[in-house]
Protein backbone atom coordinates (compact mmCIF):
# COMPACT_ATOMS: atom_id res chain seq x y z
CA UNK A 1 0.00 0.00 0.00
CA UNK A 2 2.51 2.76 0.85
CA UNK A 3 4.35 1.71 -2.15
CA UNK A 4 1.23 2.56 -4.21
CA UNK A 5 0.92 6.31 -2.16
CA UNK A 6 4.40 6.76 -3.19
CA UNK A 7 3.95 5.82 -6.43
CA UNK A 8 0.60 7.73 -7.15
CA UNK A 9 2.36 10.42 -5.18
CA UNK A 10 5.34 10.75 -7.85
CA UNK A 11 2.72 10.88 -10.55
CA UNK A 12 1.23 13.71 -9.58
CA UNK A 13 4.27 15.26 -8.74
CA UNK A 14 5.68 14.64 -12.17
CA UNK A 15 2.76 15.44 -13.55
CA UNK A 16 2.49 18.99 -11.51
CA UNK A 17 6.11 19.69 -12.85
CA UNK A 18 5.43 19.16 -16.92
CA UNK A 19 2.51 21.55 -16.58
CA UNK A 20 4.39 24.25 -14.77
CA UNK A 21 7.78 23.31 -17.55
CA UNK A 22 6.44 22.88 -20.62
CA UNK A 23 4.67 26.40 -20.75
CA UNK A 24 7.94 27.86 -20.33
CA UNK A 25 10.05 25.74 -22.90
CA UNK A 26 10.96 28.43 -25.82
CA UNK A 27 9.62 28.25 -29.19
CA UNK A 28 12.04 26.36 -31.61
CA UNK A 29 12.11 29.72 -34.02
CA UNK A 30 15.69 29.70 -33.73
CA UNK A 31 15.75 26.21 -35.40
CA UNK A 32 13.08 26.72 -38.01
CA UNK A 33 14.51 29.49 -39.58
CA UNK A 34 17.97 28.70 -38.72
CA UNK A 35 20.22 31.59 -39.71
CA UNK A 36 23.95 31.01 -37.83
CA UNK A 37 26.21 33.64 -37.71
CA UNK A 38 28.60 33.60 -40.92
CA UNK A 39 31.78 34.61 -41.22
CA UNK A 40 33.19 37.56 -43.54
CA UNK A 41 35.11 36.24 -46.51
CA UNK A 42 36.62 37.71 -49.40
CA UNK A 43 37.41 36.32 -53.21
CA UNK A 44 39.34 37.31 -56.06
CA UNK A 45 37.36 38.37 -59.20
CA UNK A 46 37.79 34.81 -60.14
CA UNK A 47 35.79 33.74 -57.25
CA UNK A 48 39.06 31.87 -55.31
CA UNK A 49 38.72 32.32 -51.43
CA UNK A 50 41.57 34.17 -50.31
CA UNK A 51 40.16 35.43 -46.75
CA UNK A 52 37.98 34.73 -43.91
CA UNK A 53 36.89 36.40 -40.64
CA UNK A 54 34.33 35.73 -37.69
CA UNK A 55 34.66 33.98 -34.66
CA UNK A 56 33.08 31.21 -36.10
CA UNK A 57 34.09 29.65 -39.77
CA UNK A 58 31.04 28.04 -41.22
CA UNK A 59 29.67 26.88 -44.00
CA UNK A 60 25.86 25.50 -43.86
CA UNK A 61 24.81 23.15 -46.18
CA UNK A 62 21.19 21.62 -46.81
CA UNK A 63 20.23 17.74 -45.79
CA UNK A 64 20.25 16.66 -49.19
CA UNK A 65 23.98 18.61 -49.94
CA UNK A 66 25.34 16.60 -46.55
CA UNK A 67 26.54 13.61 -48.57
CA UNK A 68 25.46 10.09 -47.29
CA UNK A 69 29.00 8.76 -45.66
CA UNK A 70 29.23 11.86 -43.66
CA UNK A 71 25.81 11.15 -42.15
CA UNK A 72 26.68 7.61 -41.44
CA UNK A 73 29.68 8.50 -40.08
CA UNK A 74 28.24 10.59 -37.94
CA UNK A 75 24.91 8.09 -36.60
CA UNK A 76 27.53 5.62 -36.28
CA UNK A 77 29.77 7.56 -33.79
CA UNK A 78 26.65 9.58 -32.10
CA UNK A 79 23.08 8.16 -31.97
CA UNK A 80 23.04 5.11 -34.25
CA UNK A 81 19.04 4.94 -33.24
CA UNK A 82 18.56 8.19 -33.83
CA UNK A 83 15.56 7.14 -36.85
CA UNK A 84 14.10 5.37 -34.27
CA UNK A 85 14.11 6.65 -31.09
CA UNK A 86 11.87 9.56 -29.60
CA UNK A 87 14.77 11.51 -28.89
CA UNK A 88 15.95 9.72 -25.63
CA UNK A 89 17.53 6.50 -26.37
CA UNK A 90 16.32 4.45 -23.53
CA UNK A 91 18.68 1.17 -24.19
CA UNK A 92 21.70 3.85 -25.06
CA UNK A 93 20.78 5.63 -21.46
CA UNK A 94 20.72 1.36 -19.91
CA UNK A 95 24.08 0.77 -21.91
CA UNK A 96 25.83 3.82 -20.77
CA UNK A 97 25.16 3.19 -16.66
CA UNK A 98 25.52 -0.39 -16.61
CA UNK A 99 29.12 0.18 -18.59
CA UNK A 100 29.76 2.85 -16.22
CA UNK A 101 28.58 0.92 -12.93
CA UNK A 102 30.70 -1.83 -14.55
CA UNK A 103 33.59 0.62 -15.02
CA UNK A 104 33.38 2.41 -12.10
CA UNK A 105 33.22 5.66 -13.54
CA UNK A 106 31.26 8.19 -15.95
CA UNK A 107 32.99 7.01 -18.91
CA UNK A 108 29.61 7.55 -21.06
CA UNK A 109 26.61 8.60 -21.30
CA UNK A 110 23.34 8.25 -23.11
CA UNK A 111 22.92 11.79 -25.06
CA UNK A 112 21.11 11.14 -28.09
CA UNK A 113 21.65 13.68 -31.19
CA UNK A 114 18.47 15.69 -30.61
CA UNK A 115 19.56 15.99 -27.10
CA UNK A 116 22.88 17.55 -28.13
CA UNK A 117 20.50 19.97 -30.53
CA UNK A 118 18.70 21.06 -27.49
CA UNK A 119 22.09 21.70 -25.48
CA UNK A 120 24.02 23.97 -28.40
CA UNK A 121 20.89 26.07 -29.04
CA UNK A 122 19.03 26.40 -25.60
CA UNK A 123 20.88 25.18 -22.48
CA UNK A 124 23.64 26.07 -20.65
CA UNK A 125 26.38 23.41 -19.68
CA UNK A 126 25.35 23.41 -16.01
CA UNK A 127 24.61 20.23 -14.83
CA UNK A 128 21.61 20.10 -12.18
CA UNK A 129 18.99 17.78 -12.00
CA UNK A 130 16.09 20.51 -12.79
CA UNK A 131 18.54 21.26 -16.22
CA UNK A 132 18.21 17.92 -17.06
CA UNK A 133 14.48 17.49 -16.98
CA UNK A 134 14.34 20.93 -18.59
CA UNK A 135 16.85 19.50 -21.32
CA UNK A 136 14.23 15.80 -21.35
CA UNK A 137 11.59 18.31 -22.32
CA UNK A 138 12.91 20.56 -24.65
CA UNK A 139 14.03 17.04 -26.53
CA UNK A 140 10.38 16.01 -26.68
CA UNK A 141 9.71 19.31 -28.11
CA UNK A 142 12.04 19.41 -30.93
CA UNK A 143 10.97 15.61 -31.73
CA UNK A 144 7.65 16.77 -32.11
CA UNK A 145 7.74 19.43 -34.29
CA UNK A 146 10.87 18.72 -36.52
CA UNK A 147 11.54 16.21 -38.63
CA UNK A 148 14.53 14.00 -37.98
CA UNK A 149 16.22 14.78 -41.58
CA UNK A 150 15.86 18.37 -39.91
CA UNK A 151 17.41 17.53 -36.67
CA UNK A 152 20.24 16.02 -37.99
CA UNK A 153 20.81 18.97 -40.48
CA UNK A 154 21.03 21.48 -37.62
CA UNK A 155 23.19 19.08 -35.94
CA UNK A 156 25.76 18.68 -38.78
CA UNK A 157 25.70 22.88 -39.16
CA UNK A 158 25.86 23.93 -35.62
CA UNK A 159 27.86 21.52 -33.44
CA UNK A 160 31.43 22.91 -32.66
CA UNK A 161 34.48 20.82 -34.04
CA UNK A 162 37.48 22.71 -32.75
CA UNK A 163 39.69 25.10 -34.37
CA UNK A 164 36.76 27.77 -34.44
CA UNK A 165 35.02 25.18 -37.07
CA UNK A 166 31.27 24.94 -36.88
CA UNK A 167 29.34 22.52 -38.70
CA UNK A 168 31.25 19.76 -40.60
CA UNK A 169 31.29 21.53 -43.86
CA UNK A 170 33.33 23.68 -42.25
CA UNK A 171 35.72 21.44 -40.83
CA UNK A 172 36.50 19.59 -43.96
CA UNK A 173 37.57 22.51 -44.84
CA UNK A 174 39.62 23.35 -41.84
CA UNK A 175 41.20 20.00 -41.03
CA UNK A 176 41.31 18.43 -44.84
CA UNK A 177 41.15 20.97 -47.23
CA UNK A 178 38.13 20.06 -49.12
CA UNK A 179 34.59 20.71 -49.67
CA UNK A 180 32.18 18.18 -47.53
CA UNK A 181 30.81 16.56 -50.53
CA UNK A 182 34.23 14.98 -51.57
CA UNK A 183 35.02 13.46 -48.47
CA UNK A 184 36.11 9.39 -47.93
CA UNK A 185 34.62 7.09 -45.96
CA UNK A 186 37.94 7.18 -43.97
CA UNK A 187 37.66 11.19 -44.00
CA UNK A 188 34.13 11.15 -42.48
CA UNK A 189 35.01 8.87 -40.03
CA UNK A 190 37.94 11.17 -38.63
CA UNK A 191 35.13 14.31 -38.66
CA UNK A 192 32.94 11.82 -37.12
CA UNK A 193 34.78 11.61 -34.24
CA UNK A 194 35.48 15.13 -32.77
CA UNK A 195 32.32 15.98 -31.63
CA UNK A 196 32.93 13.16 -28.44
CA UNK A 197 35.71 15.41 -27.33
CA UNK A 198 36.61 18.48 -29.76
CA UNK A 199 40.17 19.21 -28.16
CA UNK A 200 40.95 15.67 -27.25
CA UNK A 201 40.03 13.99 -30.88
CA UNK A 202 41.23 16.94 -32.87
CA UNK A 203 43.53 15.46 -35.49
CA UNK A 204 45.91 18.42 -35.51
CA UNK A 205 47.34 18.41 -32.46
CA UNK A 206 46.22 14.98 -30.91
CA UNK A 207 46.60 12.83 -34.29
CA UNK A 208 47.15 9.59 -32.26
CA UNK A 209 44.21 9.88 -30.46
CA UNK A 210 41.94 11.07 -33.23
CA UNK A 211 43.24 8.02 -35.62
CA UNK A 212 42.18 5.56 -32.56
CA UNK A 213 38.48 6.70 -32.53
CA UNK A 214 38.43 7.39 -36.32
CA UNK A 215 39.06 3.44 -36.45
CA UNK A 216 36.52 3.09 -33.39
CA UNK A 217 34.11 4.91 -35.58
CA UNK A 218 34.97 2.70 -38.95
CA UNK A 219 34.49 -0.05 -37.11
CA UNK A 220 30.78 1.13 -35.91
CA UNK A 221 29.81 1.82 -39.46
CA UNK A 222 31.37 -1.49 -40.44
CA UNK A 223 28.83 -3.43 -37.73
CA UNK A 224 25.65 -1.32 -39.01
CA UNK A 225 26.04 -1.84 -42.63
CA UNK A 226 27.27 0.92 -43.39
CA UNK A 227 30.66 -0.19 -45.16
CA UNK A 228 31.05 -3.54 -46.94
CA UNK A 229 34.29 -5.78 -45.43
CA UNK A 230 36.40 -4.02 -48.81
CA UNK A 231 35.17 -0.66 -48.14
CA UNK A 232 35.94 -1.12 -44.60
CA UNK A 233 39.68 -2.71 -45.00
CA UNK A 234 39.84 0.04 -47.77
CA UNK A 235 39.43 2.98 -45.63
CA UNK A 236 41.82 1.32 -42.48
CA UNK A 237 44.32 1.81 -44.75
CA UNK A 238 43.75 5.04 -46.39
CA UNK A 239 46.40 7.49 -45.14
CA UNK A 240 44.15 10.65 -44.42
CA UNK A 241 46.43 13.89 -45.41
CA UNK A 242 45.45 16.81 -42.98
CA UNK A 243 46.02 20.20 -44.14
CA UNK A 244 48.21 22.42 -42.63
CA UNK A 245 47.51 24.20 -39.62
Not at 142 to 155: A, P, T, V
Request: glycine letters at 8%; proline letters at 6%; hydrophobic letters at 40%.
Amino acid sequence: VAAGGLAVCGGIALGLALALAWPSLPDLHAMTDYRPRVPLRIYTADKVLIGEYGEEHRNVLRFDEIPPVMRQAVLAAEDDRFYSHGGVDWMGVARAVLTNLVKGSKSQGGSTITMQVARNFYLSSEKTYSRKFYELLLTFKIESELSKDQILELYMNQIYLGHRAYGFAAASRTYLGKPLSEVTPAEAAMLAGIPKAPSRFNPIPNRPRAELRQRYVLGRMHSLGYLTEPEYQQALAQPIVMKSA
